[in-house]
């Protein structure tokens, strides 16, 4: 049966000069997804309040190699991946 990959979504603060974003966080995550080959929504101007701590970049992932325990997990800066 053919696995299905891990999908991200990656919300950041608004962007400018032609970048997806303009906090080094959410330059920091971008980089990570794409070296990390993971397919990746970007959504920027993404509110504060998604998160309980009100810190942007936050990246939901979502998909079966995820398993279980992960569907739906979050990642902020400063944790480890």
Known sequence: MPRTRVRAHLYTDGGGWGLPTIDADG????????????????????????TASQQLPVVIFDGADAGPHQAS????PGWAV
């Open 27 to 50: 330059l920091a995550a971008h980089a990570l997804l794409r070296f990390g080959r993971i397919d990746y929504v970007s959504v920027s101007g993404a509110p504060r309040s998604l």
């Open 73 to 76: 997990r979050q990642w902020q």
